[in-house]
């Protein structure tokens, strides 16, 4: 493990047309920990998330100043390979989108576009990922159905997994829980905090119970500034900005 | 009053209903009464003999092969031309780009083209190949008149896959032509419907056919060979002052109508079927 973090953020600015929507973001996100954006709906939390693997490549309108780095290379490099960055994320929506295709070929598709052709090798890896998330034992008799029929909860437990698969080093959570039930919810929760010894977690959320239970680190995000970072017992019971402050105890929104 | 009101624009909304319902029964009630009389295995089986067209022996099976070949060639072509158009539109270009903007007003304006048009364009050019009406000519001026109803209806489902959907598989490192597979998955059920949408559209066509693919009494055995069409067989005969004939002429209507209603109903059952299993 190295002492550089993960990803690090240098003077980051975004803008959608003229609205200047990620002001100067510089923050450093700790390697192997859970932290969690928080912040009320519009902030620029989900737009911050965005730019750690370019999903606003194919927006119009946007434009994007600074670096955002990942292993110390800067992603928004021009010659940077953009498939190359995205294999290092895993990404949870807020709905899970499995792709229309069965259990097995959600999990199998990033290891088959990376080059696994060998069989039995992709059911260990597909079976493996599926342990991981908890859904092995819901779906072993039903692999090759197709993924739609599965709960929304088990649909996010298999695009946890279907990420997982690509070997990633971060896993990125669009406010993941949002469209499941508190059981379904749970689950997503208690697997973040297991998968956390392996991998640097970021989650959008604007649950702060949610954010207390699961991460170790909070940034508090508001209109379009990083108001607020730090461990998140010491941000929730102890913040040092009035902004933060009105947030935490629920006057801001 | 207002419950008056209320019941009286029902009332004219069952009546617009039951106008279009029952316009539906009553034409294939025409076709079925009139054509039935003069149906034969022949008109199925046959080619027109000599004096078809004034009433003797034979049959329309010329012009349903013709017909079959153009409408499967041109929808074959169409989805080959098509299907690139959309996934460029949908999957490359960004939203707002003025080449998806100039493609979707070209196929805007393309679609409320009449066929005689098309008819008429595809028999300059080919006079100016110095080619005669055959069944090559035929497939491609009936794949310009169904391309823009193939793009239309494959861009309006391809519009409706959400965004994130396309992001989960680019998130996993994929590139867009490996993305294309899912965007082509997931809207299977509306490329289907939209081949056979093309496919009941071709057959039935006349205008654009009458000077590209031309007539004869033989199934065309090449694309060289000049192929006739169920709906120019029907104006033939239709046009003839002899009763008999005419009857035949309802006989290749009922024939060219089932062949469209069969389409059309595959096209919806595959739909759902398609939609709710692969999914």
């Given at each position: 493990?190295?002492?550089?973090p993960?990803?690090?953020?240098?003077?980051?600015?975004?803008?959608?047309?003229?609205?200047h929507?990620?002001?100067n973001?510089?923050?450093?996100?700790p390697?192997?920990?859970?932290t969690?954006f928080i912040?009320?709906s519009?902030?620029?939390?989900?737009?911050?998330?965005?730019?750690?693997?370019?999903?606003?490549?194919?927006?119009?309108d946007v434009?994007?100043?600074?670096?955002?780095?990942?292993?110390?290379?800067?992603?928004?490099?021009?010659d940077?390979?953009v498939t190359?960055?995205?294999?290092?994320?895993?990404?949870?929506?807020?709905?899970?989108?499995?792709?229309?295709?069965?259990i097995f070929?959600?999990?199998?598709?990033g290891?088959?576009?990376?080059?696994?052709?060998?069989?039995?090798?992709?059911?260990?890896i597909?079976?493996?990922?599926?342990r991981?998330?908890?859904?092995?034992?819901?779906?072993?008799?039903?692999?090759?159905?197709?993924?739609?029929?599965?709960?929304?909860?088990?649909?996010q437990?298999?695009?946890?997994?279907?990420?997982?698969?690509?070997?990633?080093?971060?896993?990125?959570?669009?406010?993941?829980?949002?469209?499941?039930?508190?059981?379904s919810?749970?689950?997503?929760e208690?697997?973040f905090?297991?998968?956390?010894?392996?991998?640097?977690?970021?989650?959008?959320?604007?649950?702060l119970r949610?954010?207390?239970?699961?991460?170790?680190?909070?940034?508090?995000?508001?209109?379009g500034?990083?108001?607020?970072f730090?461990?998140?017992?010491?941000?929730?019971?102890?913040?040092?900005?009035?902004?933060?402050?009105?947030?935490?105890r629920?006057?801001?929104s | 009053?207002?419950?008056i009101?209320?019941?009286?624009?029902?009332?004219?909304?069952?009546?617009a209903?039951?106008?279009?319902?029952?316009?539906?029964?009553?034409?294939?009630?025409?076709?079925?009464?009139?054509g039935?009389?003069?149906?034969n295995?022949?008109?199925?089986?046959?080619?027109p003999?000599g004096?078809?067209y004034?009433?003797?022996?034979?049959?329309v099976?010329n012009?349903?092969?013709?017909?079959?070949?153009?409408?499967?060639?041109?929808?074959?072509?169409?989805?080959a031309?098509?299907?690139?158009?959309?996934?460029?539109?949908n999957?490359?270009?960004?939203k707002?780009?003025?080449?998806?903007?100039?493609?979707?007003?070209?196929?805007?304006?393309?679609?409320?083209?009449p066929?005689?048009?098309?008819?008429?364009?595809?028999?300059t050019?080919?006079?100016?190949?110095?080619?005669?009406?055959?069944l090559?000519?035929g497939?491609?001026a009936?794949?310009?008149?169904?391309?823009p109803?193939?793009?239309?209806?494959?861009d309006?489902?391809?519009?409706?896959?959400?965004?994130?959907?396309?992001?989960?598989?680019y998130?996993l490192?994929?590139?867009?032509l490996?993305?294309?597979?899912?965007?082509v998955?997931?809207s299977?059920?509306?490329?289907?419907?939209?081949?056979?949408?093309?496919?009941?559209?071709?057959?039935?066509?006349?205008?654009?056919?009458m000077?590209?693919?031309?007539?004869?009494d033989?199934?065309?055995?090449?694309?060289?060979?000049?192929?006739?069409?169920?709906?120019?067989?029907?104006?033939f005969?239709?046009?003839?002052?002899m009763?008999?004939?005419?009857?035949?002429?309802?006989?290749s209507a009922?024939?060219?109508?089932?062949?469209?209603?069969?389409?059309?109903?595959?096209?919806r059952?595959l739909?759902?079927r398609?939609?709710?299993?692969?999914?």
């Amino acid at each position: 493990m190295t002492s550089q973090p993960h990803i690090s953020i240098q003077n980051l600015n975004l803008f959608y047309g003229a609205n200047h929507a990620l002001k100067n973001i510089n923050i450093d996100i700790p390697d192997k920990r859970v932290t969690s954006f928080i912040g009320p709906s519009g902030c620029g939390k989900t737009t911050l998330l965005k730019t750690f693997n370019r999903l606003h490549d194919s927006s119009v309108d946007v434009r994007i100043e600074g670096k955002v780095l990942v292993d110390g290379e800067n992603i928004y490099d021009k010659d940077m390979e953009v498939t190359h960055i995205r294999k290092k994320m895993g990404l949870l929506s807020q709905r899970p989108f499995p792709l229309p295709m069965s259990i097995f070929d959600n999990i199998a598709y990033g290891p088959r576009i990376h080059g696994t052709r060998d069989k039995k090798k992709l059911h260990e890896i597909v079976e493996q990922q599926l342990r991981d998330v908890a859904l092995w034992d819901e779906v072993k008799d039903r692999l090759h159905t197709p993924a739609a029929r599965l709960s929304i909860g088990q649909q996010q437990r298999l695009c946890l997994a279907r990420g997982l698969a690509v070997e990633p080093e971060i896993i990125l959570g669009d406010e993941p829980t949002s469209a499941l039930d508190p059981r379904s919810t749970h689950k997503i929760e208690e697997l973040f905090l297991e998968l956390k010894e392996k991998y640097t977690i970021v989650l959008v959320t604007h649950i702060l119970r949610q954010a207390r239970r699961v991460s170790d680190f909070i940034v508090f995000v508001y209109n379009g500034e990083i108001i607020e970072f730090g461990p998140t017992e010491e941000l929730l019971l102890n913040p040092k900005e009035e902004l933060t402050k009105d947030y935490v105890r629920g006057f801001l929104s | 009053m207002r419950k008056i009101e209320e019941n009286i624009f029902k009332a004219l909304m069952i009546i617009a209903c039951a106008i279009i319902v029952s316009s539906f029964f009553m034409i294939v009630g025409t076709v079925v009464l009139k054509g039935l009389p003069a149906m034969n295995l022949d008109m199925l089986t046959k080619t027109p003999d000599g004096g078809f067209y004034i009433g003797k022996e034979g049959g329309v099976l010329n012009a349903i092969m013709g017909s079959l070949y153009i409408a499967g060639g041109s929808s074959f072509l169409a989805l080959a031309i098509s299907l690139p158009i959309v996934l460029y539109i949908n999957l490359y270009l960004r939203k707002g780009s003025w080449l998806a903007k100039a493609t979707r007003l070209s196929q805007d304006v393309l679609f409320g083209i009449p066929s005689i048009v098309y008819g008429a364009f595809g028999f300059t050019v080919m006079m100016y190949f110095g080619l005669k009406a055959s069944l090559l000519g035929g497939i491609v001026a009936v794949t310009l008149l169904v391309m823009p109803i193939m793009i239309r209806t494959m861009d309006e489902v391809m519009r409706t896959v959400p965004k994130e959907l396309l992001d989960a598989s680019y998130s996993l490192g994929a590139t867009r032509l490996e993305t294309v597979r899912i965007m082509v998955r997931q809207s299977a059920p509306g490329i289907l419907t939209a081949v056979l949408l093309s496919f009941g559209r071709a057959i039935g066509d006349a205008a654009s056919v009458m000077f590209t693919a031309g007539f004869s009494d033989n199934i065309p055995q090449s694309l060289d060979d000049p192929a006739p069409t169920l709906p120019l067989a029907i104006f033939f005969q239709l046009s003839s002052p002899m009763e008999e004939v005419q009857a035949r002429a309802y006989a290749s209507a009922l024939i060219l109508t089932i062949l469209v209603l069969t389409i059309s109903l595959s096209a919806r059952i595959l739909t759902k079927r398609f939609s709710k299993n692969k999914i």
